[in-house]
């Protein structure tokens, strides 16, 4: 079956870290996102790619980073950087821009030790 | 940049019943209005899309409805059931911004018995 897969489902991170979440994705799409959900909001734009190498910042880029090397792939490191990181992330693509929907996957849920 | 609102923030209605639930934009340009259903620990699901060239949209117990000129858009749920329980967000987009959503806060849809 064709999808998004994130992994892990769970991370922990201490303090002072940086740490990667992984998302695959077998649709051939080649728009990618990632967002950010917190309780009572709706999903914050992360970042987006558009294609293989090329990536641009959302509404709330900073302490994070991305990179596109592989269509297939578009993994998020949340750096020491942001201050608050505990949070749900949401993984999605997209067959290409415009009025194309989004699919997700089953999200990472992030927690400071 | 765009504005979603979305409410009520929590509803419930009896099984059999029908929902209703409204979002508003701030973007006279948006013209890709979709709706995600998102279950506990899993990723929102695409359950229905309008575009800004019609009225109105139906998928079985499922209809979206747009008003272009007072800028807003409505999820409809009729003969609800308890499998409809979750949390429903509505999203807009503009044309030639990489299919970017801006997502209302979420709908919290209680079916019960």
């Known amino acids: 079956d064709g999808g998004i897969t994130q992994s892990p489902k769970y991370l922990f991170r201490k303090e002072g870290q940086n740490v990667t979440l992984s998302c695959e994705q077998n649709l051939n799409h080649d728009a990618m996102y990632w967002y950010r959900q917190d309780p009572g909001q709706g999903l914050r734009l992360i970042y987006y790619s558009q294609i293989v190498n090329d990536f641009q910042k959302g509404d709330i880029a900073e302490g994070y980073s991305v990179s596109r090397e592989k269509k297939e792939s578009f993994p998020l490191t949340v750096t020491s950087a942001q201050k608050n990181p505990t949070a749900f992330y949401l993984c999605a693509s997209s067959v290409g821009t415009g009025e194309q929907p989004q699919h997700f996957g089953d999200g990472t849920r992030l927690s400071i030790l | 940049g765009e504005n979603v609102e979305q409410h009520p923030s929590t509803l419930s209605v009896q099984e059999g019943d029908s929902a209703v639930i409204k979002c508003t934009y701030s973007d006279s340009a948006s013209n890709y209005f979709p709706w995600y259903k998102q279950e506990l620990g899993k990723g929102p699901q695409l359950i229905i899309d309008?575009?800004?060239?019609?009225g109105e949209k139906k998928d079985q117990r499922i209809a979206v409805t747009l008003n272009k000129t007072a800028k807003h858009f409505s999820l409809h749920i009729t003969e609800t059931q308890p499998e409809d329980s979750a949390v429903y967000f509505c999203?807009?987009?503009?044309?030639?911004?990489?299919?970017?959503?801006?997502f209302g806060t979420g709908t919290r849809l209680q079916v019960t018995l």
């Open positions: 999203a807009a987009s503009k044309p030639g911004t990489a299919s970017k959503l801006t």
């Open positions: 309008i575009r800004s060239n019609v």
